[in-house]
């Protein structure tokens, strides 16, 4: 079978790789149908992460079932979440099914040697080795185009306004916007959908601040800074250190900051400061699995609208051409 490789930075193309097999009675083989480009993708395919390669691209994935459990019908529709998680394990039912026990550390489709032997969804075919926790059946009537980022990037905007919510029925956010790219579109989609009075939202891209104002947001052309004020919630999608410490400033006494990426390794805190004002930050991975069902059934009722985000389209075998070209939100799809 085909699958699409990262030999080396911007070198794209399609490898022959050995079909997989269902080995034990937990596995599906699922056929992707449509696969969005996640934040970190593009800056993969240009060789500005540390992620070493060739890299078997895709992780955000809608698929039909080809063959599984008695619980899935060969054709049935699925969201496949892109982290490996058994759903058994006392961290997976804690809801940290990005740290699962049962496989190897940070266990993910699409990331090469850093997320391990799981390949990528850019495939023909791809195994889920725990196929009844793992994957979501696709609501009747959803396109699968329109939620393959429900998989990684969707969940990760609402897990960066859901919990702050759940303590502040109806608090204001802001959002601020930068390398993190697509995400914290979604974490604005997100908290209108979840009840957040107002979402303000902070950025100089000219395409993801229209889009922003698109999804009901009030927009802010610019960097973070001290006059736009202070937020119960915040979000801070800059992926800088700079861009987090501002965000932290424009987080009122006691409120909630949660940042969506860093990949520096270090950054300076202003730690008496965020002391001296209660400050709750949140840094971490997403874990997607568990938000997957309730997401699908805002976007099935219309109040979570993830297509919004998607800035393009291109059919399955024009990947290799159409991943080099620069764009928010790519979704490839047969």
């Known amino acids: 079978m085909r699958s699409l490789v990262l030999e080396a930075p911007e070198q794209l193309a399609w490898h022959d790789v050995p079909e997989p097999q269902r080995q034990h009675e937990r596995e599906a083989i699922v056929r992707p149908l449509a696969v969005a480009t996640c934040g970190l993708d593009q800056p993969m395919i240009y060789g500005l992460t540390p992620f070493a390669m060739p890299i078997q691209l895709g992780h955000e994935c809608v698929a039909e079932v080809v063959d599984g459990p ?6 049935d529709k699925v969201v496949v979440p892109f982290q490996i998680s058994c759903g058994a394990c006392p961290r997976c039912q804690r809801g940290q099914t990005g740290n699962c026990a049962s496989v190897p550390a940070l266990s993910m489709y699409g990331f090469g040697p850093l997320g391990g032997d799981w390949g990528g969804m850019l495939s023909d075919l791809a195994l889920v080795p725990y196929a009844d926790a793992m994957l979501v059946p696709l609501p009747d009537g959803v396109d699968p185009t329109a939620v393959a980022s429900v998989a990684d990037n969707v969940p990760d905007g609402w897990r960066a306004v859901a919990p702050a919510l759940a303590q502040r029925p109806g608090a204001d956010v802001l959002v601020v916007g930068g390398l993190i790219g697509p995400i914290p579109l979604y974490a604005v989609d997100a908290a209108l959908a979840l009840g957040a009075t107002s979402v303000t939202y902070v950025d100089t891209d000219p395409g993801r601040l229209a889009v922003a104002e698109t999804l009901g947001a009030t927009v802010i052309d610019g960097q973070p800074d001290r006059s736009i004020g202070m937020w119960p919630v915040t979000v801070d999608g800059t992926g800088t250190p700079e861009g987090l410490v501002a965000t932290l400033r424009a987080t009122e006494w006691g409120g909630r900051c949660t940042s969506l990426g860093q990949l520096a390794e270090t950054g300076a805190l202003p730690l008496f400061e965020l002391y001296t004002r209660g400050v709750e930050l949140h840094i971490g991975r997403a874990m997607v699995r568990p938000s997957i069902p309730a ?21 399955w075998d024009d990947a290799p051409y159409a991943l080099l070209e620069p764009t928010t939100k790519l979704v490839l799809h047969r």
């Open 70 to 75: 008695e619980t899935f019908q060969p054709g």
């Open 295 to 315: 997401i699908l059934d805002l976007v099935a009722a219309g109040r979570m609208r993830p297509q919004l985000v998607t800035s393009a389209t291109a059919g």
